[in-house]
């Protein structure tokens, strides 16, 4: 089962956030409660210098490197630079209370001082003793598998572990080759499979980076190996460490020593990620509360007109083609029920009762999966998540379009960028599933927190237009 990534970008950026509101809260209300000759305009001028003094407060302490992870590992030296900091902090504070015109005594900041460094220690001992643990489930490494054997993989192996302070963990080797060009093992390192278990081994075991180590004179066999494994949700890297020819410096990105060539990055780096899930989770909760007696209503029409449950759950391809288990209103007889969507539902179908007809072409049936987002399974806005078994033309989506892999890099959505361009519902003909894979891998490469708004928002004009829904 996949360990959950402790990413340092998030939790120092969220370390940021804590100390930032802290500071600013205890600052202002102690400005309020201690205020010699409190006046109407005390909160406004309490608010400005209580924002002010917390940001430089921020400012200092990443100067003294107490936001960097392999420095806070040293408890003494991390102790010693917070004393000296707030030593600082302490003395420009008195100067400001001098020109903030706060009516403050200066016994105030002496308490301040006294609150705020205390936070500070114990959240850097919070962190610290975090820290010391991580290290030992492998959350807070960089988890890493090489692509390619023989001699350029050791040669690049052998750099990252000459690497000092590089918290990175190499999980194995993917290769065709098996032969002495290609040993089983390369070190301690075992050969994990072909370059084609590579996919379904990322979907078991968290996997964040691939190298691919071969020679770049090695440019048709590059080649090859990079059409193959492009449409994982992973960055991708070639190592630049040989090569008949060198590139500038600038050219190349490293993981300690070993010099890197970026080929594809995830869509979503980690701090991206984090406020796109943050985002769902909220609206999916509000919305689950606002449209709960519409999803009363329907629920009750469902189980009135014909027999079975109320909702019906669907396997389809989640993020890196993960199978998932989607919920949506019953809109089918039960005889009719296919979990898998052999058989596309068409316009008249027998199998779709009468509510169902209408649930379907507004898009109700759908509002179960509010409860997919706040799991974690779905996205509110992404590419939409197909059944196992859905065709067209006569073939499965990935056998009829190229790339189709390649919009599984992100989490499936509610809603998307190919529904409100008006590609929704059947995808009887090979246009319709061209232009949805079209349009969803534009969704990707166009991705910002703006974009997903402009997509919810678009939504509900977008449903309105039901020609395609069946």
């Not at 806005?381 to 390649?406: I, N, S, T």
Request: charged share 20%; with cysteine; proline share 4%.
């Amino acid at each position: 089962m996949k360990r959950q990534f402790l990413d340092h970008e998030v939790g120092i950026r969220l370390l940021k956030g804590v100390d930032l509101a802290v500071l600013t809260a205890s600052t202002f209300v102690l400005c309020i409660l201690l205020s010699s000759e409190p006046s109407a305009a005390t909160p406004a001028l309490a608010g400005a210098f209580a924002l002010v003094l917390a940001f430089l407060c921020v400012f200092i302490v990443r100067g003294f490197e107490l936001y960097d992870s392999a420095k806070l590992r040293r408890i003494l030296s991390t102790s010693l630079k917070t004393a000296v900091m707030w030593g600082i902090i302490g003395f420009i504070g008195e100067v400001g209370i001098s020109f903030s015109g706060l009516p403050l005594a200066h016994s105030w900041f002496g308490l301040w001082v006294l609150v705020a460094a205390s936070f500070i220690f114990i959240s850097r001992g919070a962190v610290w003793f975090g820290l010391q643990r991580a290290p030992q489930s492998g959350q807070s490494r960089n988890r890493v598998v090489i692509v390619g054997g023989g001699k350029a993989a050791e040669e690049a192996i052998n750099m990252l572990e000459n690497s000092k302070g590089l918290s990175v963990e190499v999980l194995g080797l993917f290769d065709d080759r098996f032969d002495k060009r290609s040993p089983a093992s390369v070190r301690k390192y075992k050969k994990l499979g072909t370059i084609a278990d590579l996919a379904s081994y990322s979907r078991v075991n968290r996997v964040d980076l691939a190298i691919v180590a071969i020679p770049l004179s090695a440019e048709q066999r590059l080649l090859q190996i990079l059409k193959r494994i492009w449409e994982l949700p992973i960055d991708i890297r070639v190592s630049g460490h040989q090569g008949e020819f060198r590139l500038s410096p600038r050219a190349y990105t490293y993981l300690g020593n070993l010099p890197l060539l970026a080929v594809f990055d995830r869509p979503l780096n980690s701090w991206n990620q984090f406020l796109k899930d943050t985002l769902d989770r909220i609206i999916a909760f509000l919305a689950l509360l606002f449209l709960s007696p519409v999803m009363l209503a329907v629920a009750l029409a469902v189980k009135f007109e014909s027999q079975g449950p109320i909702l019906f759950k669907q396997n389809r391809y989640g993020f890196n083609n993960e199978l998932i288990g989607i919920y949506k209103f019953r809109s089918m007889y039960l005889s009719g029920a296919d979990a898998d969507a052999a058989k596309l539902v068409t316009k008249g179908d027998p199998r779709v009762t009468n509510v169902g007809r209408i649930i379907r072409k507004s898009s109700l049936d759908e509002l179960p999966q509010l409860f997919n987002v706040l799991m974690g399974q779905l996205s509110l806005v992404g590419p939409r998540p197909h059944a196992a078994q859905a065709k067209a033309a006569g073939g499965l989506y990935d056998e009829v379009v190229e790339g189709y892999f390649a919009r599984h890099k992100v989490k499936p959505g509610i809603t998307g960028w190919a529904q409100i361009n008006g590609w929704r519902g059947e995808t009887d003909t090979l246009e319709k599933i061209e232009q949805r894979v079209k349009h969803d891998l534009e969704y990707i490469d166009k991705w910002s927190l703006a974009f997903d708004l402009y997509i919810l928002l678009k939504t509900p004009f977008a449903l309105l237009k039901t020609e395609n829904a069946y």
